[in-house]
């Protein structure tokens, strides 16, 4: 059995493409979902890969679904902090809860998730941690204060997080997906599509939640030992930094 690899979001879009590409690539992967019961079964038939409901929003139920999974499969050696939600308004309309919810589940989640494992990983000497941030958590976006000031927290506690696990061979590396053609955003009007969205993009169209599976395949791996507090763009020269 190879390590255990954690996905949160797992079942879905960006994050059921992480999760199949890593159990392609040798792990023990578990995925963690939030609320589709009917998906997340669907995806194991499918895939056969594991699913674990609770909230990442949820610190207390963290604490137990990871230990659900480490029970049943061993302990977690890479975690993929990919689940976010979007709760998009323009800021004078934006009500306290609609803050609330995507801070605490795209930003505290990260901690709620992350502080379980890491001791774990440095009596361990190995682990490797992923976030999924946003390119809109590199530029911003109008219309998602909430969401942007989350995705850029991601990254500041990316680079913080890798300087204090280096020493202990755990890496910590964050990746910005732009427009990544899943479910959702392939549900957008064909005309806002070809008209507004991809002709910002300067590769001429949108992602595949495989190619960022393929990213995070990297980084979980021996060969990306000596890459840590980096953010990956993946958004097809969208935004270059």
Same mark, same amino acid.
């Given at each position: 059995m190879g390590k255990v690899a $954690?996905?949160?979001?797992g079942t879905r879009g960006i994050g059921a493409a992480i999760s199949t590409a890593l159990k392609k690539a040798g792990y023990s992967v578990a995925a963690n979902y939030a609320g589709n019961d009917d998906a997340a079964a669907?995806? !194991?038939?499918? !895939?056969?890969? #594991?699913? @674990?409901?609770? +909230?990442?929003?949820? @610190?207390?139920?963290?604490?137990?679904?990871?230990?659900s999974v480490e029970a049943e499969l061993g302990p977690v050696e890479i975690l993929v902090n990919n689940a976010?939600? !979007?709760?998009?308004?323009?800021?004078?309309k934006m009500k306290p809860e609609q803050w609330r919810d995507v801070i605490d589940t795209n930003l505290s989640g990260m901690f709620n998730m992350t502080h379980p494992v890491w001791s774990g990983m440095r009596d361990r000497k190995f682990g490797r941690i992923i976030n999924i941030s946003s390119i809109n958590g590199q530029k911003g976006q109008m219309g998602q204060a909430n969401y942007s000031a989350a995705k850029a927290g991601d990254l500041g506690f990316t680079k913080a997080l890798a300087q204090e696990g280096a020493f202990k061979g755990i890496t910590v590396n964050a990746i910005c997906p732009g427009y990544i053609g899943t479910e959702m955003v392939r549900?957008?009007?064909?005309?806002?599509?070809? +008209?507004?969205?991809?002709?910002?993009? #300067?590769?001429? &169209?949108?992602?595949?939640?495989?190619?960022?599976? &393929?990213?995070?395949?990297? $980084?979980?791996?021996?060969?990306?030992?000596?890459?840590?507090? +980096? !953010?990956? +763009?993946?958004?097809?020269?969208? @935004?270059?930094?």
């Open positions: $954690l996905v949160t979001g669907k995806f !194991t038939d499918e !895939t056969g890969i #594991p699913t @674990y409901k609770w +909230s990442v929003a949820d @610190y207390d139920a963290c604490i137990d679904g990871i230990g976010g939600i !979007t709760r998009d308004a323009m800021f004078h549900a957008i009007d064909d005309d806002i599509l070809n +008209s507004k969205i991809i002709p910002q993009i #300067p590769v001429g &169209r949108l992602g595949e939640p495989d190619e960022i599976a &393929r990213i995070v395949v990297f $980084l979980a791996s021996d060969d990306a030992g000596f890459i840590t507090g +980096s !953010t990956i +763009s993946a958004n097809g020269g969208q @935004y270059v930094i």
